[in-house]
């Protein structure tokens, strides 16, 4: 057993009992009628598709996701995508389980650092009104804000990724205020620390930032409508007046733009509107850094789904 990462594998590569985190699992039928596993491979450099050909019937219902499985198989190419031929897959046993967090994405900052970080914001809001609201949403989810990832699937989905999210929008937020002096910086902090917060009950993630399911809650509702609700109860607690809620409740609201996005009322105030583009660019600038990671410089990239919905380059500046 040797120490080979995802960031490792090449096409013909022949690997043996090497640890992954079974990040996800799907029992399937092929074409010819014949069952096959789909899976979803991750360790902290990346992440690999795997197929399990040949599967039983009842294959399923064995694997169990955010556990750490020895894999044994070949490196293959599908559609210009590197994928795992599984031979062999079992689950590891329980003292290798306890070093888990080794595997696992996480953000570049320790997530004590990042809650830190975004706490010295809270406390650089003027208004008590609004620093009281943050404060009071912050303390009551320190514990989930922790590990929680910002998505399922998408930008910043490791562990911590919820925190690294807020705390870049926070620093591009402070930054975009020295050069635009007439930005309430109050309000742009208090809609960027709180516009997304109720991810963290639209889905459920383990204290490993992986996100096994969307709650109740959140399929029927979504964390857009879940934080508008959420926001109501906590702006009675912390005193916060009528126009200051509408105006927060409005930032959450109005954040994803347009209603294909999810969000019914476009911004209508310069704070909803940064918010939005502030929201829009670190998703983006995270999901170009994440495809460049597998790209060889002047490489492109087969199209990026869901998120870019492009192909992507990685330009080679030296040339």
């Known amino acids: 057993m040797g120490d080979i990462k995802v960031t490792d594998l090449a096409t013909g590569m022949e690997i043996k009992k090497q640890l992954f985190v079974l990040w996800n699992s799907e029992h399937r039928k092929a074409s010819n009628n014949k069952y096959y596993m789909d899976f979803m491979f991750k360790d902290q450099t990346g992440e690999i598709n795997g197929k399990k050909w040949d599967a039983d019937p009842n294959e399923g219902s064995q694997y169990e996701t955010g556990v750490l499985y020895y894999i044994t198989g070949r490196v293959t190419e ?15 046993p329980e003292e290798i389980q306890k070093r888990i967090a080794d595997f696992v994405p996480s953000a570049p900052f320790p997530s004590e650092d990042m809650y830190k970080k975004a706490l010295t914001y809270i406390e650089s809001i003027k208004d008590e009104q609004l620093r009281r609201l943050c404060y ?5 989810y320190e514990e989930q804000l922790m590990y929680y990832p910002a998505a399922k699937v998408l930008h910043h989905s490791v562990r911590g990724g919820f925190l690294y999210h807020i705390t870049t929008m926070l620093d591009v937020a402070k930054a975009l205020s020295a050069v635009y002096k007439e930005i309430n910086t109050d309000i742009l902090y208090t809609g960027i620390l709180l516009h997304d917060i109720m991810k963290l009950r639209e889905m459920d993630s383990n204290e490993l930032g992986i996100v096994t399911d969307y709650s109740l809650e959140g399929q029927l509702m979504g964390h857009i409508e879940i934080g508008i609700c959420y926001i109501g109860e906590m702006a009675k607690k912390a005193g916060l007046s009528e126009n200051k809620e509408l105006l927060i409740k409005h930032m959450i609201l109005s954040h994803h733009n347009i209603p294909e ?21 670190d998703a983006r600038v995270y999901d170009f850094n994440n495809a460049y990671e597998t790209l ?7 199209r990026i789904v869901y998120s870019l919905e492009r192909r992507v380059i990685r330009p080679d500046f030296d040339k």
């Open 136 to 140: 009071m949403v912050y303390k009551q």
């Open 296 to 302: 060889e410089k002047g490489a492109i990239s087969e």
């Open 261 to 281: 996005h999810g969000s019914t009322k476009m911004p209508m105030f310069l704070e909803a509107e940064l918010l939005h583009h502030i929201d829009l660019m």
């Open 78 to 92: 599908f559609q210009g995508n590197l994928q795992l031929n599984v031979s062999y897959i079992t689950k590891a």
